[in-house]
């Protein structure tokens, strides 16, 4: 989809303990089997550490919501993923093309995985607000990001000068879903309407915390 807008999609991996760092890596179509390839777990556990990026299980694995500018993607050498310094920014956007409404249960500490229960009220926040767009008409595709639930909305792409309004609009969207379905248990996240915001790659493993029985890392999926 990013591709047919005239961009490329960016992936990026924030390596965990002994593997820490951000990579990056800005994909198309035919870079499928590859992304695949680079990022399947290697044998061993623990396994050594090797002179690149961190794969599925070493890292939380994140994607651009919107297309990046071809002009402002760096050369890419032999390797998929190259470590940075600096990630993609709202002016390296080529068009605002995804809402998003992210639903995360409220659980303290933050920095862990939900439980079943928790997660089972971002499920139901996430139901109630996928029932009323489907009132307006509009099908929102369903979305586990492993401690919560993503409603994602395609948008006819709004490109250049209009990237910023968009971000605006989509911000008061959010914050006005926040002010109606939001719960104790669970709210909308309104701070997902900036341009350059990554998501949870799905297919990847979300890891918030100690993987225990209780709080479990979870496989995100659509």
């Known amino acids: 989809r990013h591709a ?21 890596a800005f ?25 690149d990026w961190p794969r ?4 939380n694995l994140y994607f651009g919501l919107n297309p990046v500018k071809p002009d402002t993607v760096p050369e890419r050498g032999a ?9 993609t920014r709202g002016r ?7 809402l998003v409404v992210d639903v995360d249960p409220e659980r303290m500490p933050h920095d862990r995985a939900a439980t079943d229960a928790e997660k089972a009220e971002a499920l139901a926040v996430a139901n109630r607000i996928r029932e009323e767009l489907r009132a307006a008409s509009t099908e929102p595709m369903l979305a586990d990001s492993g401690n919560g639930y993503h409603l994602l909305v395609p948008l006819l ?21 926040d002010g109606r379905f939001s719960t104790k248990a669970a709210r909308v996240d309104t701070s997902v309407y900036n341009p ?19 709080h479990p890392h979870r496989v995100a999926s659509i």
């Open 79 to 87: 390797a998929l993923f190259t470590r940075v310094s600096r990630t």
């Open 196 to 214: 350059s915001r990554i998501l949870k790659l799905y297919g990847s493993l979300a890891m918030k915390g100690e993987n225990t029985a209780e």
């Open 157 to 177: 792409p709004i490109p250049g000068d209009g990237v910023a309004s968009a971000a605006r609009d989509v911000h008061a969207i959010l914050r006005a879903m």
């Open 56 to 59: 599925c299980g070493e890292a």
């Open 27 to 51: 994909v198309g179509p035919d870079d499928l089997d590859a992304i695949v390839e680079a990022l399947a777990p290697l044998p061993g556990n623990p396994r050594p550490v090797f002179p």
């Open 4 to 24: 047919a807008i005239g961009g490329r999609t960016e992936l990026r991996a924030l390596g965990r303990g002994p593997r820490g760092g951000v990579w990056s």
């Open 92 to 98: 390296d956007v080529l068009a605002y093309s995804m």
